[in-house]
């Protein structure tokens, strides 16, 4: 059901105002996450995307509004607190350590959840990213982009976050890669893990998404369910580029 409740709401951002300086990039931003929900953000590029997910993550702190997460107001926080409370972003551009192996990075920064057990084991990563298990002791710069990027989820994922962000997760990947990670957001919706996802494969998203956010110059132009943005290619030409 993509409806959220007060009660299931993990993630709710309400009338950010955020940007760079004095260029003013976003205009009085809502979204929300509820638990167990798969939300993408759409929009063409330099629409606010990446501007939005830094205020989430607290890269950068908004101008005006608030964020709360997990019933916590995190607004302005750092990034690293954002992150213990279970936030976990997987960056454009992957990010892993060169010369540390796959093994290392799903062991150096696994956390559990507090409270329950731990879900995304090593083992249960590799099964997950079959690629990733036989390559353990490949070192970060030894991996090919799309086995990056597989590792950069696998280690958010060590970390047993409340909330997995994705930004661009396919961007620059082979296609046969790229369903291969459509099959890991598959997997972990079906397993109630709450994603936001930004990626430009909308035709894609829209049998993993439960809700789909625009944003146009910095602005909600539209939201709502897979079965409706399906209906309405005009969204598509308008706001997307399709
Ligand atoms: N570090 C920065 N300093 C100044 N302006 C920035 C900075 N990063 C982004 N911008 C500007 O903010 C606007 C929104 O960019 P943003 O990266 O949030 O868009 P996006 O929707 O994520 O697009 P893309 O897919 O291209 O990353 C653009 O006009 C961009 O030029």
New binding site residues.
Partial sequence: MSTTTTKSILLEATAIEAG?GA?Q?LFGIDVRVGAGEVMALL?R???????LLKVLTGTIAPMRGGVQFCGAAIGGHRPDAIARRGMAIVPEGRHVFPNLSVDEHLRAFARPRPGSAPRWTVEALYKLFPRLSERKANAGNQLSGGEQQMLAIARALSTHPRLLILDEATEGLAPVIREEIWHCIATLKSEGEAILVVDKYVQRLLPLADRHVI?ERGRVVWQGDSAALDADRSLWTRYLGV
């Fill in positions: 760079y260029s990039v929009g590029n330099g629409m606010g995307k990446s501007t944003l």
